[in-house]
Structure formats: structure tokens, C-alpha cells
């Protein structure tokens, strides 16, 4: 509590403390854990002076936390549809809405001329690096709090999620099927980048590569490949556009 009271009134980084009690609901303890989360590994490549350690914590107590509000949201509801509404919940395009409407790129320190590729994702990552934050700061309940209230409450509309239809690769897989051609994702390459394996995936029908897609693991590279190959081809996604 003293040092809560410290943090608030008296430290140098108050208004630090503020902010984070302002989007969380929680007065932090440990501010040094609350500055890592603002420090991207562009400008400090040490582990223990970036967020991606934070941010790999972070996304693991975020998957928990939603998977057990669908739990009991959804009390009569299949594995299959909460693993999917789980997905539509915390992929990187609803991540990164949140982390812009918390402001946390504003407060980031990254090199921007180095992060054109990925700049896209800086808000999901750096809200999955205040989710760890606030769990080794505050424990899980007050983590969990902090999800449920002040982000699936007022930041993501879930009702509107369970109604989108996000699968690319089935609709393009349907639609394809029904015109009696093959179609296939193959790996074209796999490099490491950002110290992470990243895919990048063509989309093949009847032999020929109609479209290529790019991500951080097979699923979404594959999921973008479908995406763009119907751009391509001009079909019309039942995906809604957000």
C-alpha cells in the first residue's frame, strides 16, 4: 500500500502510475515492470529491457481469461465455436484496436524507421505486454478483473464478434470445391524474424499460385493467402469488414 501511495503521489513516474491506473482500474506497484511494457525491442534488444517477455506472458493469461468468460457465457455451447470465438476475440486485428483505444503506441518507445514490416501490430503487442505486467504486478484475479471489465465490457463487442464469419480458408475452400478444382496451401518459406519462426504461404488452385499470405504462424499465413486470393479472384466475402 506504501508503496502504491509512493507511486501515486510522490515517484517521478506518477504520471506513469496514473495512466496505467487510468486504463487498468489498478495502482501499480512495480513501476520498472510498467515502463518495460512501453519499450520495444527495436530500441533495447536485451530481454530484460523490452516487452516481448511481457508480452509472450501476457498473450497466455489473456487466452485463459477468455476462454473461461466464453466458459460461462456460453454454458451450452461446443469446443469448436468457443475455440473460434476465442480466436475472433484475440487476433491481431481486435488486439490491436484495443491496445489504439488504450493509447499505448502513443506512450512506446520504438525505432520507427526499422519497424515498417510489423508497425501494424505494435498496439495487440504491447497491450498482450500490459496484460503480463498487471498479472506479475497484481496476480491473476485483479488481471482477470481488468479483461473482463475494462476490455470485453467496453473495448471488444463480443456478441458482434459471434455473428462475423472470419475463416477465409473455408469460404475460399467451399467456393473453389464447388467449381471442381483442387486447391492447396503450401509453405514457401520459413524464416526467423523478430526471433520468431514467420511463414509465408502459397495459395495454389489446379497447380497454379493464385495469391501468397504472411504471419507469424502457419494458421494466419494460410488464413491470408485465402484472403488475398479472393481479392484476386473477386469473390465476395461474407467476412465482415471492420
Known sequence: MIKKLYNTFLSGDKELAS????????????????????????????????NERLELLGDAILDAVVCAYLFKKYPYKEEGFMTELRSKIVNRKSLNEVGNKLGLVEKLSFNRRSMTDVSKDLGGNTFEALVGAVYLDSGFEA????????VLKNLIDVDTLEQT?????????????????????????EIVKNRRAYFVIDLEISGKVI?????????VAEQNAAMNAMKQLGIVSTVAEG
Open 143 to 150: 488481471t482477470q478483473k481488468f479483461i473482463l471489465k475494462r
Open 19 to 50: 495512466y496505467i491506473k487510468s486504463i487498468t482500474g489498478i495502482t501499480p506497484s512495480n513501476l520498472r515492470l510498467f515502463k518495460q511494457v512501453f519499450q520495444h525491442r527495436s530500441k533495447h534488444i536485451e530481454p530484460k529491457e523490452n
Open 165 to 189: 464469419n472470419t475463416d477465409y480458408k473455408s469460404q475460399i475452400f467451399h467456393y473453389i470445391q464447388r467449381e471442381g478444382k483442387a486447391i492447396e496451401f503450401k509453405v514457401a518459406e
Open 211 to 219: 495469391a501468397r499470405g504472411e504471419g507469424f504462424s502457419k494458421k
